[in-house]
């Protein structure tokens, strides 16, 4: 049996509010009118379905709201390279002044890298990159986020046990260096086995049903899961606790989402990995100005990961 969760009302406002935005500046003819001297700035969003990515685009659209004399345009890829390949080159036709990219794909998506280049128009990348480097960077090392997860896993295991492994989007930066950091950890340790590993797709429901097979198939072999993201970690943690054995799984996601915060709060879920999306999000609007406005800056900017467990969660939960 499959769950289609609810959104949380925070997620649902949020998912609601940029859906008001997209509406607003769906017309073509209104987004490439502009008042002499307004700084347009482009921005695709990898998908608006994603609470995490929501979040993102929402701290995007709220920040370039402060900024005076700026237009901010944002279109929804919906995970879809080659419909997010249209938005840049829409926004090239518009003479954007400057875009932001959240990418769907790190190959699939540079062709849209290269428009933008070729247009002669400043691409900032935000939270995944693609093959050809942008203008800037605004994000977080996914290495750094796979590897403090299988170190909570290891430290928790104390450097023996079965893990599986869930992955985002093959394919995808996050999906690529996640994997990567949590082998590096795999190497460390050689008393942790990989149980089995495959992808979910960063979706919740895909991520239940994977887990409830390996249930079947595993029962008794592993110890922990590491999910990509939070979505998937709540859909593995649904599973184990439907079967009744969350109790001997140790499971760990990454993003720390509103929902992932409440259940380490509760003692469901174990542990997240913190990526600061307001952050990103406001970082790539301050990259995009800099670049729009020729002004010198550091072309990479990371912003570090951090691990939550119940011990520090309320440095993280919303404040009431």
Known sequence: MRLTPRPVAGFFFIACSLAGVLALFTGCKKASTRKEGEILIGFSSRDLSAEYTAKL???????????????????????????????????????????????????????AVDRAKAADIPIVLVNQVTKSAGDAYIGSNDVDAGHIAMEAIAKQLGGKGGVLMIHGIMGTSAQLQREAGAREVFAKYPG????????????????????????????????????????????????????????EVYVIGIDAIAQALTAVNEGRLDATVFQDAVGQGQGAVDAALRLARKQPGAKENYIPFRLVTRDNVGEFLPKK
């Not at 237009?71 to 926004?91: G, H, P, T």
């Open 192 to 247: 942790l086995k990989l149980v089995d590993h495959q992808t979910a797709a960063w979706d919740r429901a895909k991520a239940m049903s994977l887990t409830e097979n390996w249930i079947q198939a595993h029962r008794g072999k592993f110890q922990a899961i590491f999910a990509h993201n939070d979505e998937m970690a709540m859909g593995a943690l649904l599973a184990l606790e439907r079967a009744g054995i969350k109790k």
């Open 57 to 111: 685009s929402e701290a995007v659209v709220d920040y370039a709201k402060t900024k005076p004399g700026v237009r901010l345009v944002m279109v929804d890829a919906q995970s879809d390279a080659q419909k997010q390949l249209s938005q840049i080159e829409n926004f090239i036709s518009q003479k954007a002044d400057v875009i932001i990219l959240n990418p769907c794909e790190l190959e699939a998506s540079t062709p």
